[in-house]
């Protein structure tokens, strides 16, 4: 930094302590006088230092590692010049700081502080056998590692180290503590590229390999494929793996080939045999194949056709692409014989005798009557009487077709319009032998009551055989409808037997209904239509469609909780009102308390505290009262005087207050209070709850006599002898 000083260089170091005018100077090295400045007033600072073993020269002056970092002072503006000096194996390498480059002279205009280093070192030298390049080369700064690396020509790789480097490892690190000579080696490689053709793997994929060297190179194909060859250029082998020597850059293209599987099967199994030319079940993609089918035995089997899963083929032999994995199966069908016959007078299609099927085919069958006959039923391999009907050829089969006569059946009913007849089958006529149902419904208000006719029967439904033609005819009855309806709660049954009466009744027919109230309810009258009735049975006769009510009233029970100082009765009478009424009842009710309690209020199911109370029974209800004990008070007096008691009454409510007053007669004075009162006072306050004994004790009232005697004697006295 700039300042204000004597004139003075120093080398090495220096301090100064100034005080006023004297300078006191400690010296660590020596004392060099300075060339003059223009201003020699302000002065800057050059600081050196080398690196290595080298020196810098500044007039007589030689700055080396061992002493630096050097400094030089300067007068502002004088020109610094310095040099660098090297002997030997010693190289300069470069100036750094406000020096740069490697002249081998610099000047510096000292108008600032400066500093400078000169490193120095030795000589790397370079050289490499192949194609690539080694840097760095030249001057090194001595005893510094040098980071030394080797790049390969692209073709080439870096292989070893040579000279004052050994081993492979690159970059490497070089310590420069001499002149040192390093050499690359590089070695000339090609590249193996391989590709496919089809689904497979390569392996290796790819590499680089020293020239010369051999290369193993294994196809390994997907499932599905097969191996074919291996090209190398215009070159084909058949080896797998192939080994190539790496003399050039090379691709090997490795041929797979895919692979189809065809499965052939016989459906069914016994029914022939499938057979491939070429056989193998493992065909490269394209190869047509030809499948040949063969039934088991012409006299019961026959070939129909080929099926792949998607589309059925009739050819046979079938020739087949394996553009695919393919199933084909040989479909065999199995036949069989039907002969027909007929029984009675008629005809059957298939007509006799006998026609060939496929084992398993359904063959329409069907039967035609002559005039007069019918269709009756199918016989040996056919049963039932469907017709037209299907047969199974599930093997060898024979069918029958039976007919028989036909009878007709007439029905009527009596008398008209009272019930229909239905017939099932409903087919008139019918065939000899068959069995009809017939089934007589009758009409709204009417019920079936027998068969007539051909027939004489009172089942319902009637199973006729029909061994000729027949005339049945079915009879009804009118009848009435009852219906009971209860009004409120019970029930209506028929006396006697407790049954419902509810039911459909022959006309004049007579019934006996009870009315049966449910609990908490009574009965009170019949309702029929218009007509009212309390009988109870009540007899009903049916000559029309009627309805019957049983009217029903709710009834509750009233019950009165009894207390021994009380009677609850009805408002006027002395009669409990406990009983049943009606839903609706109103009563009036009112208490009589004995004597010495009060009514307070209603408990129960009733509450405050009216007399009469007024209820309307509508539920079972329950009814109390609550008394009040009202208090009582005897008063007695021992001695002379009354007692005054405010306020003055036979009974009083619980916890009432009353003032009692003891008052003496002449001559006699209050003593005290007995029983329910305790006390010396006259007056007092009783609160009673209950029953109270009061008595006021009186006593005579004493005054002190005294005596006195002048003279000579004595006084006394009759009651107490001698006074003195």
């Not at 280093?117 to 056998?129: D, M, W």
């Not at 001057?139 to 030394?148: E, K, R, S």
């Amino acid at each position: 930094m700039p300042r204000r000083a004597i004139n003075v260089r120093t080398i090495g170091y220096a301090t100064a302590i100034c005080v006023g005018l004297v300078i006191i100077f400690t010296w660590f090295l020596r004392l060099k006088p300075a060339e003059a400045t223009t201003d020699p007033g302000l002065q800057y600072d050059l600081t050196v230092t080398v690196v290595g073993p080298g020196s810098v020269i500044y007039g007589t002056t030689t700055i080396t590692s061992a002493n630096s970092p050097y400094i030089l002072t300067f007068n502002a503006g004088d020109q610094a010049t310095f040099w660098w000096s090297a002997s030997g194996t010693v190289k300069f390498v470069r100036w750094e700081g406000d020096a740069t480059g490697t002249d081998s002279i610099v000047t510096l205009t000292m108008d600032n502080d400066k500093s400078v280093q000169a490193y120095f070192g030795y000589i790397l030298t370079t050289a490499y056998t192949g194609s690539g390049s080694v840097s760095p080369s030249g001057p090194q700064v001595a005893d510094q590692p040098v980071l030394v690396t080797a790049s390969p020509s692209t073709g080439w790789r870096f292989n070893q180290w040579s000279g004052d480097l050994t081993g492979s490892t690159n970059p490497k690190n070089l310590t420069m503590d001499a002149p040192k000579s390093v050499t690359a080696e590089f070695i000339k490689t090609y590249n193996l590229t391989t590709s496919k053709i089809g689904n497979g793997t390569m392996s290796p994929s790819s590499g680089t390999y020293d020239t010369g060297n051999l290369a193993s190179i294994t196809a390994t194909p997907d499932p599905g494929w097969r191996f074919s060859q291996m090209q190398v250029g215009n070159f084909y082998y058949n080896d797998n793996p192939v080994t190539i020597i790496m003399d050039s850059d090379k691709n090997v293209i490795g041929h797979f080939i895919e692979r189809k599987t065809l499965v052939l099967q016989a459906s069914p199994t016994s029914g022939g045999a499938v057979s491939a030319n070429p056989t193998g079940g493992t065909y490269d993609i394209n190869t047509v194949v030809n499948v040949t089918a063969t039934p088991a035995d012409v006299n019961y089997w026959r070939f129909d056709h080929f099926s792949d899963g998607v589309n059925n083929y009739t050819s046979n032999p079938l020739p087949v692409t394996m553009d695919d994995d393919k199933i084909v199966t040989a479909n065999f069908v199995e036949v069989r014989r039907l002969w027909t016959s007929v029984q009675g007078n008629g005809t059957i299609s298939p007509a006799p005798p006998v026609h060939i099927y496929d084992k398993g085919i359904d063959v329409p069958v069907s039967a035609t009557p002559d005039s007069g006959w019918g269709f009756s039923h199918w016989t040996q391999s056919l049963s039932g009487s469907i017709n037209p009907t299907v047969i199974t050829m599930s093997g060898d089969r024979s069918v029958t077709a039976v007919f028989l006569p036909l009878h007709a059946l007439t029905v009527s009913v009596s008398p008209s319009n009272s019930g229909s007849v239905t017939a099932d089958p409903d087919t008139s006529p019918y065939l000899e032998g068959s069995q009809v149902v017939l089934t007589a419904t009758p009409a709204a208000g009417w019920r079936f009551d027998r068969w007539e006719g051909d027939v004489t029967d009172t089942t319902n439904p009637l199973t006729v055989t029909m061994d000729n033609e027949k005339t049945v005819q079915a009879v009804f009855i009118k009848t009435w409808t009852l219906t009971t309806a209860p009004v409120g709660s019970g029930q209506i049954v028929i006396d006697g037997t407790g049954g419902t009466p509810d039911g459909t009744y022959d006309t004049g027919q007579d019934l006996n209904l009870r009315a049966i109230p449910a609990a908490g309810w009574r009965f009170d009258r019949w309702e029929v239509g218009a007509v009212t009735d309390t009988s109870n049975p009540l007899t009903v006769t049916m000559d029309a469609d009627k309805t019957v009510q049983a009217v029903f009233i709710k009834t509750w029970t009233l019950t009165t909780i009894s207390n021994p100082h009380s009677q609850i009765v009805i408002n006027g009478t002395t009669n409990q009102p406990d009983g049943i009424y009606d839903d609706g009842t109103v009563l009036y009710i009112n208490v009589i308390p004995q004597y010495g309690w009060r009514f307070e209020q209603w408990s129960g199911d009733a509450s405050g505290a009216s007399l009469p109370l007024i209820i309307t029974i509508s539920a079972d209800t329950t009814i109390g009262v609550d008394l009040v004990e009202l208090s009582r008070v005897i008063d007695s007096v021992i001695g002379e005087g009354t007692i005054q008691r405010d306020p003055l009454q036979d009974f009083y409510e619980p916890n009432t207050s009353i003032t009692y007053t003891a008052i003496p007669a002449p001559g006699w004075s209050f003593a005290d209070w007995q029983g329910s009162l305790a006390s010396a006072n006259a007056q007092e306050t009783l609160t009673v709850n209950g029953t109270h004994l009061v008595t006021a004790v009186f006593q005579r009232n004493t005054f002190p006599l005294t005596t006195s005697v002048v003279g000579q004697g004595n006084i006394s006295s009759l009651c107490f002898g001698s006074l003195t």
